[in-house]
């Protein structure tokens, strides 16, 4: 009755065996063959690096599934089935054997329980992620622009893995039956599933059991094969490159953009800046493509979809995807280029790609780790090449070039905030901030950079000044570079202005150099980021958040506690949190205050962002409402009635917001400087 | 089909503390930043998206010192195929009048099926200059156009007329088009685009190239000649208006009819 | 006697207010007879009425005249200007008026001031004119030779017209189209801008509203106003969050930038990205009920008050004065 020992129409078990394994390894060979054929026409990208710290990555995201319990059901569901299918491999493997020679996948009691307890909870699993996308439809599924619903694909694979546990537990249960009156007194193994289906088949004639236990195993077997090249043809290819892709992260740090191309730094030399078709993505933001299951957690983070704007960041890896498989088909020839719709601007809108603010809450919820910033930054970088700049951001980037800020105002009104100075850099009116300006040669403990917010705007220089006088309570020496600075280009790279980002930082760089300082602080988030990441200084960069932290750690900046019990709750700026993993200063500046505290529902590194970055403050494209807005009412939700910013965006944005909502006066937002200031001991 | 875009380079006077220098005749210039004059800005677009959807060949034109090469290099940037630089200091100081000679005398002898100019500049916001040219090219000529399709040899057009209306016009090629801000949008010059055109050569020509009489531009030659300029007379800050709601809002009235608000 | 020419335009079967305007402009330079020259299609009745107001009027009547076409006017005037050799010819600098007034000057030889705000021919066959350059900011003073006749273009509303016309009882000529002058323009429709596409960016007076307008009923109030003074409505970024109004009315950094002559500012604070959006230093008015808002430090004129409660008083007024 084994497998093996039959003839099927004249060939033989085994013959028939290896020409199934032939026929699907062939067939799967050749479709990896063509799916590899495109990654290998993509931009180079550097990945190889830091194994250790890779192999480390893949044990616990890859095989360790870390991000999924944020999605405590289906992320349950995920790692149970997951483990099942490592567990289960090696079931796999043996009753492939079995059809060569009987007896193969008898490896022992042992794993025969191992194996048959996994089946049975495998399948449940299976059965209740079906029950589940039926009866509930979890939103996220169904992405709000899927032209296309490729959700049928998930109930195809639940079932083929349903039919594979049901499939062997007939071939075992079979056997069960058939054999049930020989060898007594052997010990059974405890095979919980093949029992329950022994126990349905019982009774069955002897030709009937037979007949079942080979459909059972030629099912099995079918299905397998079948899965094994039905994988890379669908969503499920992730199951085939998911830990791969894991293994290739970028390791560089989450606010890092990558440069247009790493194999040529000169801008003027390449012909195409950034990415306008497919094979200008780099062969692991391709793979990106192949290993996004279409889950649907990047956008259900994502503050730019949920208020509504053209930006769903699922469907840029899924449209990208789609046309992968459409011009590089498996069977068929290559589509070229002309033949295809553009793909930055048709398949991808410009207006989707203008919609992100790289808060970079995707990335932070991708269970396989693809990558987003960095993609949307190139192909930005491929329509400012173009000239297709919405006309409310071309103002602010001609006046970032013309003025060194977005805002237009004279360069050399750019250390005005500081207040009244004499020559020795002393303050003369009474309200300044002991902050000084540098000039070339000059010296200072901080050098503070402003960017452009706190230099311009009139609420944001009252941050600027509060931190001033923060750091002047705290004995330390503050010096600014005035009119010498120029905006720190931050948001410019991220809008794909490379080569202006590029002058930017050169002046800046510039101007650092001519003067002496052990460290830079600044109250943008923004400005931190690229300092920190991108400018190369020798001396270190904080946040004022981590510079104020570190005086109160050395006693230098004395606090007293707040007379206050308001709730307060904290927003983590997305380029100080998310982006540089700093979430901790902020917080023991607060504790130090002895505050009333609550976190809101998305803190840390979910925290939802304020609407402030790719200088939406003068680009809006459509939306239904206002990140701003949401945020103020998710601080409602936890009964917040100031909510401390440490980033100018997130300030203008949120006090707009609570305007916007009607709540003046019954909540406050305060930057963190600013409140530190008003509890300093003198 | 053979464009020509006139383009001007003005000074950005958006956020910027105006002086008058000591002469009484010209801005104070340590401060001032340039660009090309906006609505030149949105004429080289149009002259662009022409060629992009026609094939035409664009030239862009200036009359200006060496900085004015500023946005000759950006309309190539932008896609012009060509520029020429009008530059010598007989130019200096010309009226309009002047300016459109000029032009003419550069333009007389090319072959052209459209001239595209902006209807207005921001500086001397005469608005005639097109006009001008257009009479000294004997070609039709209409203003402040706001929509612009070129089919063979005639142009439809929508321009603006009082009353907030819009007139649809067709005027037969060759002609000369002033362009109204709107009329397109204009695409972004990046850093990066200036640099690819930057070694693009720009032909230079002199008055005396153009085979024009130094007497009958610049300066000496202008027919309106400006004597002085002046700063209007202004306050520190809101005057605030007191009293009872009928006396405020008389008061109001006033201020806003002497400013021109009705 | 100095003859002066004012070009009348009509709008909507009348003589627009600009020719009244350009009457009394024309009197600023000496002693003068004023001419009007009115083209047109079946407006031998109005050149008639214009009598009353012009000592001569030169009429032509003609089915080619039906849309003005400044194009073709300048070659239709070229040769009466030729013939009469009047002191000045002020036309209004309108529209239509940038196309006649430059293509008039180069056919008659005449220098052109252009958009002047006042003038005067104080010293012998000198004009003067004061206009404004640099986006408004600043004013120049200039002067051109009437020795060959001058071409003005004159500031629509610079001049203030005559309450009542001065009966001038003068004569109606009827000229006719020169030989061999025919339109070279095909005029084909008149439309209406599509109302949501409005163009605030090149209004000259702005009525702007921000959140101080409380309810979207209110709005009607801002409406009636900005109808009454000729002005556009614009508004702040809340206002179109709410949906009251178009985007393509919201002034700011992340709106519209416009550049107007005169702005009033109605509930509205003066928040940074708000005032971004304006430029070129306009007259600013503003009503707010916060005295310490911060569009009071850049604005030039500010009631601390219910916009509410004044804006149709004010609506009032300015109709009375708009007669």
Known sequence: ?682 | MEIIVCVKRVPNLSETEIEVDRDGRSLVDSDLEYDVNEWDNFAIEAAVQLKEARGARVTAITIGDEDSEDVLRRALAMGADEALHLMDTAFDGSDAWGIATALHRAIADRSFDLVLTGAISSDEARGHVGGMLAAMLDIPMVALVTSLSVDGTTATVRHEVEGGLERVTRIDLPALITVQTGLNEPRYVSIRGIRKVSGMEIPVRTAADLRLDASTVGAEAARVKVEEIFLPTRGEGAEMLDGDEESVVEALVERLQRAGGF | MRKIFVVVERVKGEPDETAFELAAAARCLGDVTVSAVLMGDGVTEMAAELTRWFESVHVYDDPSLAEPDGEYQARILAPLIDGEKPFATLIPHTNTGMELAPMLAVRVNAPLIADAMSVDAAEGQEIRAVRTVFSGKVQARVAASADNGAVVSVRPGAFAASETPPEAGGAVHSQSIPDGVSPRRQYVETVSPDPSAVDISQAEVLVAVGRGIEDEENLELVHALATAMGAEVACTRPVVDKKWLEKTRQVGTSGVTVKPRVYLALGISGSFQHLGGIKGDPFIAAVNTDPAAPIFSVADVGIVGDILDLIPLLEEKIRQRRG
């Open chain 1, 1 to 682: 009755m084994n497998p093996a020992d039959h003839s099927y129409l004249g060939l033989p078990g085994p013959a028939l065996q290896a020409v199934l394994l032939a026929m699907s390894l062939g067939l799967f060979s050749f479709i990896m063959w063509k799916r590899i054929g495109l990654l290998r026409l993509g931009a180079p990208d550097p990945r190889l690096d830091r194994i250790g710290t890779r192999l480390r990555k893949l044990l616990v995201v890859g095989f360790g599934q870390s991000r999924q319990p944020r999605y405590l059901v289906a992320g349950t569901l995920h790692i149970t089935i997951f483990a099942g299918f490592l567990i289960l491999s090696v079931r796999s493997v043996t009753l492939i054997g079995e059809g060569f020679r009987a007896g193969f996948s008898d490896i022992g009691a042992g794993y025969a329980t191992f194996k048959d307890v996994t089946a049975l909870i495998v399948l449940v699993c299976c059965l209740v992620a079906i029950l589940r996308r039926l009866a509930f439809r979890p939103a996220r599924y169904h992405d709000r622009y899927a032209r296309d619903s490729h959700g049928h694909e998930a109930y195809i694979i639940l079932g083929l893995i349903a039919l594979l546990m049901v499939a062997d537990a007939v071939f075992e249960g079979s056997a069960m039956v058939a054999g049930a009156g020989e060898a007594q007194g052997d010990a059974h193994p405890f095979l919980p599933l093949a029992s329950g289906a022994a126990s349905l088949l019982d009774g069955l004639s002897s030709g009937t059991l037979e007949t079942l236990h080979l459909a059972g195993f030629w099912v099995h077997n079918g299905v397998l094969l079948f899965f094994l090249c039905y994988l890379p043809l669908s969503k499920h290819f992730h199951v085939i490159t998911a830990l791969p892709n894991v293994f290739l992260a970028n390791l560089t740090p989450a606010g890092k953009v990558k440069p247009p191309r790493f194999d040529q730094p000169d801008l003027d030399k390449l012909d195409v800046l950034g990415v306008k078709t497919l094979e200008d993505f780099t062969w692991k933001h391709i793979l990106d493509f192949y290993s996004c299951t279409d889950c649907g957690r990047c956008s259900d983070h994502c503050p730019a979809y949920f208020t509504g704007t053209p930006l769903s960041p699922r469907m840029i890896s899924i449209k990208c995807r789609d046309e992968a498989y459409a011009s590089y088909p498996v069977f068929g020839s290559v589509r070229p280029v002309d033949q295809r719709q553009a793909l930055v601007g048709k398949t991808i809108s410009d207006e989707e790609l203008w919609a992100c603010t790289t808060c970079g809450a995707c990335e932070e919820a991708c269970p396989v780790l693809i990558e987003y910033v960095d993609k949307i930054v190139d192909m930005r970088r491929f329509l400012v090449d173009e000239g297709r700049v919405p006309a409310s951001l071309q103002k602010p980037m001609a006046d970032l070039e013309k003025r060194g800020n977005p805002y237009g105002k004279p360069a050399r009104r750019r250390g005005d905030w500081i207040g009244e100075q004499s020559k020795s850099g002393e303050e003369v009116t009474g309200d300044g901030c002991g902050v000084r300006a540098l000039a070339p040669g000059d010296e200072a403990e901080y050098l503070f950079f402003t960017d452009s917010c706190a230099a311009y705007d009139p609420r944001i220089q009252e941050t600027a000044r509060a931190f001033g006088r923060v750091l002047r309570g705290a004995g330390a020496n503050v010096g600014t570079m005035a009119n010498d600075e120029v905006d720190s280009g931050h948001e410019v790279r991220r809008l794909g202005e490379e080569g202006l980002y590029e002058q930017l930082r050169d002046t800046n760089i510039t101007a650092m150099r001519q003067r002496s300082f052990d460290c830079v602080v600044t109250t943008d988030p923004h400005a931190f980021n690229e300092l920190t990441q991108s400018y190369e200084l020798g001396q270190p960069v904080q946040h004022h958040s981590q510079v104020m932290a570190q005086l109160i750690r050395e006693g230098r900046l004395r606090l007293r506690t707040a007379a206050d019990d308001r709730v307060y709750t904290f927003h983590d700026p997305c380029y100080l949190g998310r982006h540089n993993d700093e979430y901790d200063a902020p917080r023991e500046v607060l504790e130090g205050l002895g505050l009333k505290v609550v976190e809101m529902e998305r803190s840390k590194n979910r925290s939802f962002c304020c609407g402030g970055g790719s200088l939406y403050l003068f680009y809006e494209g459509e939306s239904e409402r206002r990140m701003g807005e949401v945020r103020v009412e998710m601080a409602e939700k936890v009964g917040a009635e100031v909510v401390v910013t440490a980033c100018p965006f997130c300030l203008i944005n949120l006090e707009d917001a609570i305007k916007t909502t009607g709540r003046e006066g019954s909540m406050e937002v305060i930057d963190l400087a600013e409140l530190a200031e008003r509890s300093l001991i003198e």
